[in-house]
């Protein structure tokens, strides 16, 4: 039970880190989509498949779940 402030801690921090990460994006990128992103538009259906944002995405949570593991030892 003692680790689980320190788990809040760096869950906390984690997110607040994500946040920035993905402000400066937008602030980059003016609102736009990410390059990688493949865009099908057929009549009324739009389909968005993000593969550089899921990319960047698989990493930062492969860190930050990392840390949140080696945190808890």
């Not at 602030?27 to 960047?56: E, W, Y």
């Amino acid at each position: 039970m003692d680790d689980f402030p320190k788990l809040l801690i760096v869950l906390g921090i984690s997110i607040a880190l994500v946040g920035a990460i993905w402000w400066v994006a937008s602030r980059f990128f003016d609102g736009a989509q990410l390059p990688g992103t493949l865009v099908f538009q057929s009549g009324g259906m739009t389909c968005i498949i993000p593969i550089l944002g899921s990319i960047l995405l698989s990493i930062i949570l492969t860190v930050v779940l990392n840390l949140l593991l080696k945190a808890g030892k």
